[in-house]
């Protein structure tokens, strides 16, 4: 139904998900991060978007990882229909997969890193998007570029079983503009969503982007 990377650069304090499924607009529902504070994937065979709400309260509090995960999923009797990745403020991370979410489904938790999917083409989709996070994180390449590789290798290793028609990323960062890209209907969303990234770099678009107010600069123009 849905995979999703969530990830932390701990370098920048960066916090960035991606995700994309066989259902409309993933970007409404899924992702949900506060800069500096942690981020929350909620997906599943019936999302609980309020997992994503209430979770991001819970982390502005320095609640762990594991303890968001444990009060948001142990309050809620629909739980075992869900999926959950939480990652906090010092990193670390915690998934939840309900037993109702229908096969494939997958996790990998790790130090600023978590990937989970369900109703995945195959189990090993969470290891691909690793490996590919992996590489592109040696290779030193930006870190929601690396986000967004994994992604397509997610996509390129089965993804989601029905399907894909909608994917998008976000990437947060403590005094920066976000990126926030969405595709919430189309034939082949993971590769346009690759595209529209791609626009983002272009030197017209970089120009615009980097005169906007941030909180450390809110008077440039």
Not at 181 to 208: A, C, I, N, W
């Amino acid at each position: 139904m849905t995979f999703t990377i969530v990830a932390r650069d701990p370098k920048t304090n960066a916090l960035g998900i991606a995700s994309a499924t066989g259902n409309l607009a993933v970007g409404g529902f899924v992702p949900h991060i506060a800069p500096g504070i942690g981020a929350i994937a909620t997906q599943g065979f019936s999302t609980n978007f309020w997992y994503g709400i209430n979770g991001l309260a819970m982390l502005e509090q320095r609640k762990s990882a594991e303890s968001v995960r444990e009060k948001l999923t142990g309050d809620d009797d629909g739980r075992n229909w869900r999926q959950l990745i939480v990652l906090d403020q010092t990193g670390e991370t915690a998934v939840w997969t309900g037993d109702k979410n229908r096969s494939e489904t997958a996790e990998i938790t790790e130090r600023d890193l978590a990937i989970a999917g369900n109703m995945l083409a195959h189990s090993n989709v969470p290891d691909a998007m690793r490996e590919k996070f992996t590489m592109m994180r040696t290779a030193h390449e930006p870190f929601e570029k690396c986000i967004l590789e994994a992604l397509v290798a997610g996509f390129k290793a089965g993804g989601d079983v029905r399907g894909t028609t909608s994917a998008a990323i976000k990437v947060m960062t403590p005094n920066r503009l976000p990126l926030d890209l969405r595709v919430d209907d189309h034939s082949d969303p993971v590769h346009e969503l690759m595209r529209l990234y791609g626009k983002t770099q272009d030197q017209v678009y970089r120009h615009f982007f980097d005169r906007l107010p941030t909180p450390d600069k809110p008077h440039q123009y």
